[in-house]
């Protein structure tokens, strides 16, 4: 059993930055893939970003290509989510989410585990 807890989020403007974090209990953490997902008022969930279990392969929706980083430290069992450049449009709900095969994937039904979400709200 894994169980996450994503912090960071908050408001922020337009432009500006943050950095999502997901703490993992347990130690099987580093065999994972993690991704984070993102969901919007009346939307399904949103694949947002993913990382193997060994960080060597990441992937990113095109909406946040560019702009989002996504990294961990399997020495800390946490994985981050720098997000720069923030649009209105980003303004979500943000759910990280571990997949015990290791192999990173943008599919939300491949994933065991799932945290309860931070919210990030991005103003105009």
């Known amino acids: 059993q894994v169980q996450l807890v994503e912090s960071g989020g908050g408001l922020v403007q337009a432009g500006g930055s943050l950095r999502l974090s997901c703490a993992a209990s347990?130690?099987?953490?580093?065999?994972?893939?993690m991704g984070w997902f993102r969901q919007a008022p009346g939307k399904e969930h949103e694949f947002v970003a993913a990382?193997?279990?060994?960080?060597?392969?990441?992937y990113y929706a095109d909406s946040v290509k560019g702009r989002f980083t996504i990294s961990r430290d399997n020495a800390k069992n946490t994985v981050y989510l720098q997000m720069n450049s923030l649009k209105r449009e980003d303004t979500a709900v943000y759910y990280c989410?571990?997949?015990?095969?290791?192999?990173?994937?943008?599919?939300?039904?491949?994933?065991?585990?799932w945290g309860q979400g931070t919210q990030v709200t991005v103003s105009s």
């Open positions: 989410a571990a997949d015990r095969s290791g192999s990173p994937t943008r599919y939300p039904a491949e994933y065991d585990y």
């Open positions: 347990g130690r099987t953490f580093s065999s994972y893939a």
């Open positions: 990382i193997s279990w060994s960080g060597g392969s990441t």
